[in-house]
Structures are given as structure tokens and as C-alpha cells.
């Protein structure tokens, strides 16, 4: 039988190659992981009505970390744009910081989004590029 009637797949030559010389940075099980639900903390000392319209499930928020936060040593940030939003919660960052800091990289998504008078309430998904 022909490798293809066997359900085989037929490699190109040259991809293969290139691919074993490393030539090609390609990396098929490059995955995000879930890692972390929570409310962000901090929106109540944001001035975020200006935001408001853009912050959708859609967006993406960028973590920052602030090692020398007086705060708080395992300091989040979230960003919107140029924008700080708040922070991971004080009880759930140490993890992350600490993979931030050995260079992991992670970014968040709004699972949800209300305002209680003036204070807006942002619940987030945390994912690790990996």
C-alpha cells in the first residue's frame, strides 16, 4: 500500500529539513492555561468611567509586575492600554509574581464586568502563555 491509502501524512522534504536544522522557531503545542479567577482589586482608586465602553470579554489585559510595590512585594498590575485598572488580589498573586518573575508571561480576560454605584467591578480570567 501507498503511505497516503494507510492514512499517512507525506512530509515536504524541505520543511522537514529546515525543521530539523532549527531554522524554523515553530512550537505546536504552545498553549494557554487557565490559572487564576478572580476579582480584580484596586478599581475603587481608578478613575475608569473613560474605559468603561472598551472593556469587554474581548479585551485583553496585560500583567505588569511591581517588584518594589511598598505595598505589597507580590504587586500585579493590570493594565488596559496605558491604563492601570487595579491589581491581582493581595491573597492570590504570589504564584503568578513569582512565575513573572522567572519569566512567564500571562495576560487576562474580563469574565465580568458591573458597576456598584461608583465602583466598578471587574471579575477576570488569568491565563499563562505556555
Avoid: H
Avoid at 500500500?1 to 520543511?15: A, D, R, T, Y
Avoid at 479567577?37 to 472593556?55: H, N, P, Q, Y
Avoid at 493581595?90 to 508571561?105: F, H, P, Q, W, Y
Amino acid at each position: 500500500m501507498i503511505p497516503e491509502e494507510q492514512g499517512l501524512i507525506k512530509v515536504n522534504s524541505g520543511l522537514l529539513s529546515a525543521l530539523s536544522r532549527g531554522q524554523l522557531n515553530i512550537n505546536v503545542f504552545q498553549k494557554e492555561i487557565l490559572v487564576l479567577e478572580c476579582m480584580v482589586a484596586g478599581t475603587s482608586f481608578r478613575k475608569l468611567d473613560s474605559i468603561d465602553a472598551d472593556l469587554a470579554a474581548t479585551v485583553k489585559l496585560d500583567l505588569k509586575r511591581e517588584s518594589r510595590n511598598e505595598f505589597d512585594k507580590f504587586a500585579v498590575a493590570l493594565y488596559y492600554k496605558a491604563v492601570k485598572v487595579g491589581y491581582i488580589p493581595k491573597d492570590k498573586n504570589e504564584v503568578i509574581a513569582r512565575l513573572m518573575d522567572a519569566g512567564k508571561s500571562f495576560y487576562a480576560t474580563i469574565a465580568a464586568k458591573d458597576w456598584e454605584g461608583t465602583w466598578l467591578r471587574l471579575d477576570i480570567k488569568i491565563y499563562i502563555k505556555d
